[in-house]
C-alpha cells in the first residue's frame, strides 16, 4: 500500500485508507469541485486499484451533467453549462489519470487501456475505415484535431456506446468494425 500513498501524495490527492475500504478525494481546478471516490477492497493492494480503476471508468460525464445542470450557479456550482461540462471532463481525465498511475505503481509494464482504444479509434478512422485519409487527401491537422476530440469526447461514454456514437458524428464509421476492433483489446 506504500506505493499506491506514494502515488496519491504525489498528485497531491487527499485519501483515508482503512483496511477493506477507501476515500480518494480531490478538487477540481476549472470549478474547484469537491470528487470525492469511494469503495470497498479485499485490503490488497492489486484490488485497491482494481476497484478505484472501476470507479473512474465508471464515471459518466452525460450522468453528472443530468445531476448538476439544475444546480447551475448555486451551492458552487459553476455559472454556465460550458463551465460544468469542463468541469466534468477534468475530473473524468483526473480519475482516469489517478487509475493509471495507480496501475503502474503496482505493474511496471502496464499499459493505459484508455491511451490504447483512443489510438485504436483514431487509426480506424483516419486509416482502416473505408475511407483511407491522408495529407494529400486534404486530411489536415485541423481534421485530425476535430477528430481526436470528438473520440475524446466519445470515449467519455460508457464503452458500449463508443462505437454508435462515432457512427452518428463521424459518416464514414461503421460502428459493427469498429466494435469488432476495441472487442480485440
Not at 485504436?120 to 483511407?132: A, Q
Not at 458500449?160 to 476492433?181: F, G, M, Q, R, T
Amino acid at each position: 500500500m506504500e506505493r499506491i500513498k506514494n502515488v496519491l501524495d504525489e498528485m497531491y490527492i487527499n485519501y483515508d485508507i482503512h483496511d477493506t475500504s477507501a476515500l480518494i478525494e480531490f478538487w477540481t481546478d476549472t470549478a474547484g469541485q469537491d470528487i470525492p471516490t469511494e469503495f470497498d477492497f479485499d485490503g490488497t493492494a492489486e484490488d485497491f486499484v482494481k476497484q478505484f480503476t472501476e470507479s473512474a471508468e465508471n464515471y459518466d460525464v452525460d450522468e453528472e451533467m443530468k445531476i448538476f445542470i439544475p444546480m447551475l450557479g448555486k451551492n458552487g456550482c459553476p455559472d454556465t453549462a460550458e463551465e460544468l461540462l469542463t468541469d466534468m471532463k477534468e475530473a473524468r481525465n483526473t480519475l482516469m489519470e489517478i487509475a493509471c498511475k495507480l496501475n503502474k505503481a503496482i505493474d511496471n509494464n502496464y499499459v493505459d487501456p484508455y491511451v490504447l482504444k483512443r489510438e485504436k479509434i483514431l487509426k480506424y478512422v483516419k486509416e482502416d475505415g473505408p475511407f483511407i485519409f491522408n495529407e494529400e487527401d486534404g486530411f489536415d491537422a485541423a481534421v485530425s484535431t476535430m477528430i481526436g476530440n470528438v473520440i475524446d469526447h466519445a470515449m467519455s461514454k460508457p464503452t458500449d456506446d463508443i462505437a454508435d456514437y462515432l457512427e452518428n458524428i463521424i459518416p464514414w464509421v461503421n460502428s459493427k468494425e469498429l466494435e469488432e476492433i476495441l472487442n480485440e483489446l
